[in-house]
């Protein structure tokens, strides 16, 4: 298994110490790192801004939103970043949710999975360069048909001007959903799971395994998918202290990434079954009181979906983790701890 770095949202700006810990990942052998985007930062530009230090990690959006750019608009970034890496560049895409797609970016969010598949689709072609990128929709016609509302007529289906350094350059799929994940597999090459846990190991792989059953030839071998895991990491004293500083992480993705009818954060959690207990997270953080929606997140929850604790907790954890169907463990710290927890996890 091996080592990444999640970068996380930005909040009021740039996250303390990630230019250096970008640095120090690829000098001291760690897989990849991921950037973010919700309604903030951006995931190409940091990515590209603090990629341009390195030579070796792989650099990957984790994720990159479906609704805040074209298809072609996204594949073109995707093969600048991956000229401008030397080839490290890892496309990760994922649908967002409701509240961020309409009330941000003022499209809309029906039917995600369909859309999700449309845009692969066009992106690989793009990259596949064998011919002008044609789609039918409905969701992403290419070229916009003449009788479209506004449409002039004169529309061209065109090739790109740049040659891809790599026609297969890697997509991976963020989903938490059952049908999200096995969409994964069938049409990606790796998935970007958030609060997964050891314990739903048996279910992820089966879901997996469903969507390879579907997987084309054409696309990498089923045996060369990745799972990238973003986890979140905390070292004190204590399991009970570290599980504190966590809190409210999971209370944000709880209650705060969401809608109170459609949070896909929360219900993956859930899965796990703390689903009344979430509900109260969600109920205090709609009311505003976040310290104590953090304190209703239980500790078990956060010993499922985290590496919490003394090093000789977090090492007896991660040797669970190894356990799974993750390839890459993404850890989620404070940018500024990686160069003294890195060798910790390694040695795991």
């Known amino acids: 298994m091996r080592l990444g770095l999640h970068t996380g949202y930005w909040k009021a700006g740039p996250p303390a110490g990630a230019a250096e810990a970008v640095a120090w990942a690829d000098a001291h052998g760690m897989d990849s790192v991921w950037t973010a985007e919700a309604y903030g930062s951006d995931a190409f530009t940091p990515l590209a801004w603090w990629g341009a230090t390195t030579s070796r990690v792989r650099l990957g959006t ?9 298809p072609t608009a996204t594949a073109m970034a995707a093969l600048t970043l991956d000229h401008l890496s030397g080839g490290r560049f890892v496309l990760g895409l994922g649908a967002s949710g409701p509240q961020v797609v309409e009330g941000w970016y003022g499209q809309p969010y029906a039917r995600p999975l369909a859309r999700t598949r449309e845009f692969v689709a066009i992106v690989r072609d793009v990259l596949r360069r064998e011919a ?10 290419l ?8 449409a002039t007529g004169q529309g061209k289906a065109l090739r790109s001007t740049v040659h891809p350094l790599r026609a297969d350059l890697p997509i991976h799929l963020a989903a938490q959903g059952p049908r999200n994940t096995a969409l994964a597999a069938e049409i990606a090459d790796g998935w970007l799971p958030a609060f997964l846990s050891p314990a739903l190991d048996a279910e992820a792989r089966a879901l997996l395994e469903e969507g390879f059953a579907a997987r084309s030839a054409t696309l990498r071998p089923a045996s060369e998918f990745e799972v990238c895991a973003s986890v979140p990491l905390a070292v004190a004293g204590s399991i009970a202290e570290a599980v504190d500083l966590v809190r409210p992480h999971v209370a944000l993705y709880a209650g705060g990434m969401g809608s109170a009818s459609a949070n896909f954060h929360r219900d993956a959690m859930a899965r796990l079954g703390y689903a009344e207990a979430l509900a109260e997270v969600s109920a205090h953080y709609a009311a505003g009181d976040r310290e104590r929606a953090a304190a209703a997140v239980p500790e078990e929850l956060v010993r499922e979906i985290a590496l919490v ?11 669970r983790w190894e356990r799974t169907c993750v390839t890459t463990l993404v850890v989620q710290t404070d940018p500024r701890a990686l160069p003294a927890l890195a060798p910790l996890l390694a040695a795991s």
């Open 62 to 70: 984790g994720i990159a939103q479906l609704s805040a750019r074209t």
């Open 132 to 141: 002008p990128v044609t789609a039918p929709g409905p969701a992403y016609s």
């Open 143 to 150: 070229p916009l048909p003449a009788d479209a509302p506004g």
């Open 309 to 319: 604790g003394t090093p000789a907790d977090i090492a007896e954890q991660v040797a």
